[in-house]
């Protein structure tokens, strides 16, 4: 599946997600196409290209489109994912509750700070950065957060990899890359640069794209 | 300039201010291909297209080059940017420390509740969501980085249009689309799905790409 492909699934299968939580049975390639962003022929171009059938009249069943759309995303349990660095940003993302109808769920924060992980008071454990592997391998941790600041942002990446860590959500202004280990495996790294990403926006105003 | 020359281009410049800040004078094309995540050939040719010229051995003046690239930027002026929607998210970009290297400053942040904005323990004022178009005009605010839940980001979208806000980047789930005024101008929105990109590396993990 290529990338964009991927990129509209997966909003079918999380608006799929919400549209069950309200209650809905039945839904149509119109609905799936206001959620993401797309053409309603394109919803269904592609359902088609995924082998997926639906009536023609009567819309699809929400129901089985989940299952569906789970098994070709390989949807299953839970998944868990640890935040490493927990300033402001960390910690909001520790307490985001948008991960939890994709069956993404927090368990755990790191930070070297003591005063940071000292602090009871939080729903979610924070640990010291040096037991990252302990709970990694405990709660078989496949993906991380780093929200750390640019200077530790190289050192969290490898220290993550050391730990079993596959996956990379990165949003520190450095840029990690995807690691090729010992084994043949990839570490996927996705940046997020909010700084840049506003800096882009300036810049598209400022020098507006040709029509 | 495409969009993944401006991506370089920004990130460049970005790392030429910080080197600059830590008192460098001078910098090689290999130093600028680390911080972009590129090889050194793809800065030389960048810079080519872009007409920059360098030294052939000393390597590249910092300043000389930060304000070269500065121009192409359209950089300048400070560039204002308010926070609609100050929950843990919110309030979190409202102190990111990471974009004033950058000339970003967040002025302000709204919100519709009177319990978050009545606190007078930011340091970056909190106004009621009513107060919108008010502040925009005065501080001149072009952009607008939206962090409010699902159901009110379609209606959060529309205030910032009509207060004049030029400019959108959109944390909430829901995917915001440009928008093209009655004056011809575009309104740019730039997404950013967390959660969506935790489920991309999850799937990218269970379905590696082919090499």
């Given amino acids: 599946m290529n990338s964009e492909l991927l990129v509209r ?17 039945k839904v149509f390639a119109h609905n799936l196409a206001d959620a993401a962003g797309v053409t309603a022929a394109i919803v269904r171009k592609d359902f088609s290209s995924l082998d997926i059938k639906g009536q023609k009249r009567g819309g699809y069943e929400i129901l089985q489109l989940v299952e569906q759309i789970g098994k070709i995303l390989g949807k299953g349990d839970v998944q868990n994912v640890v935040v490493m660095g927990c300033g402001r940003i960390g910690k909001a993302l520790m307490h985001y509750s948008g991960f939890e109808p994709d069956g993404i769920k927090i368990v755990a924060g790191f930070d070297s700070d003591p005063m940071v992980y000292a602090d009871a008071s939080s ?11 302990e709970v990694v391998q405990a709660l078989s941790v496949k993906v991380a957060i780093i929200t750390v600041p640019e200077v530790a942002a190289a050192d969290c990446y490898q220290r993550a990899i050391d730990a079993g860590v ?19 495996s990839t570490v996927v790294v996705h940046n997020i640069n909010i700084a840049l990403e506003l800096e882009q926006i300036f810049y598209e105003l400022q020098f507006p794209k040709q029509k």
């Fill in 9 to 25: 699934v997966t909003r079918y299968y999380r608006a799929l997600n919400r549209l069950r939580a309200i209650g809905l049975e």
């Fill in 123 to 133: 729903s979610i454990p924070v640990y010291p950065m040096t037991r990252l592997d």
């Fill in 166 to 184: 596959k996956g990379i959500l990165n949003f520190s202004p450095i840029t990690l890359r995807n690691s090729v280990l010992d084994d043949g």
